[in-house]
């Protein structure tokens, strides 16, 4: 590996009990070097099961996912966080391969769950039409080429969201105030990716089922919120002031040169048009 750089596994709970039983134990240690179990409210004993592993806990205090996100921040070690969903929707064995793909400088590295060799047993016709119907909206709007742009299984430099603005809660309203529900940002840390000429990758990765308790994502409101966040962003010039060094910053520097276009596994940042992970298409 050419770069050393400490790792942050990001775990979101609420009351994913039997799911963190069944698929924490297989996340190797040696893989990253800080577990950080942000915690939305458990009461099924979530909690105790974090603490017993040893795993860092912070239980947020606003409700809601991005939010959340907004209050542990502070608590990530790791230069690189790979954010996780206890819940079975994540293979632990697909971390190693994340891993090493984002330690090679891009900007963001995405599972994707519908590439060639990968699949989703968690999704239902709403959320196949929904993630895919996303996706193509942003690769239009945005001059791109994701193939999931939705994954929420996804690897970034730990000062990615502060560059793309995704902790000013303007970004995502008025819509979440009509809906009434607090999102996720996914699609617009995808599509800001693009729209900011930034370096990206996927690597094919399956999405198994959930394992017990029950999805917390609210699919109407969720897909109201995208659906004015990507309109919005799309529609309004939005772009960070200037670009800050990214070594200064504390991320990652690309390593290695790009490789052949349409490599599933590729070997460095892309920024070609037409490459299977990169910046928009110009
Ligand atoms: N910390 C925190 N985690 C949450 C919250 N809502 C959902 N989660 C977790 O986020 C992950 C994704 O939620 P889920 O309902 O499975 O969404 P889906 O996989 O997109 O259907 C799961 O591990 C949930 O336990 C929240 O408000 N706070
Ligand atoms: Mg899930």
Redesign the pocket.
């Known amino acids: 590996m050419p770069l050393r750089v400490k790792t942050t596994l990001l775990v979101?709970?609420?009351?994913?009990i039997q799911?963190m039983r069944l698929v924490m134990p297989r996340v190797r240690r040696e893989w990253v070097d800080q577990i950080l179990v942000?915690?939305?409210?458990s009461t099924d004993g979530t909690l105790e099961f974090a603490r017993d592993r040893g795993y860092q806990i912070y239980r947020?205090v606003r409700?809601?996912?991005r939010t959340?996100r907004a209050e542990d921040w502070k608590h990530i070690e790791g230069d690189l966080v790979v954010t996780f969903?206890?819940?079975g929707?994540c293979l632990p064995e697909s971390l190693p391969e994340l891993i090493q793909t984002a330690r090679k400088g891009y900007d963001l590295v995405v599972i994707s769950r519908y590439t060639r060799g990968a699949r989703s047993d968690?999704d239902d016709t709403v959320?196949t039409f929904g993630n895919r119907m996303f996706t193509s909206m942003i690769n239009l709007l945005f001059r791109t080429h994701f193939t999931d742009a939705m994954s929420?299984y996804r690897a970034y430099p730990r000062d990615l969201p502060h560059r793309l603005r995704l902790f000013e809660d303007e970004s995502y309203q008025p819509f979440e105030r009509w809906s009434g529900v607090v999102g996720s940002w996914e699609s617009l840390m995808s599509l800001r990716v693009a729209k900011y000429g930034l370096t990206w990758a996927e690597v094919p990765g399956s999405e198994p089922a959930?394992i017990g308790?029950a999805?917390?994502?609210r699919i109407f409101g969720w897909g109201f919120n995208y659906m004015g966040q990507v309109l919005k962003d799309a529609l309004i010039e939005h772009r960070p002031p200037a670009r800050p060094s990214r070594r200064s910053a504390g991320s990652l520097v690309p390593v290695s040169p790009p490789t052949s276009a349409g490599s599933p596994a590729p070997s460095g940042p892309r920024t070609s048009a037409r490459s299977f992970a990169g910046t928009p298409d110009s």
């Open positions: 979101w709970t609420l009351n994913e799911g942000m915690d939305g409210g947020q409700p809601g996912l959340g969903q206890p819940d929707n968690d959320t929420g959930r308790g999805r917390k994502l």
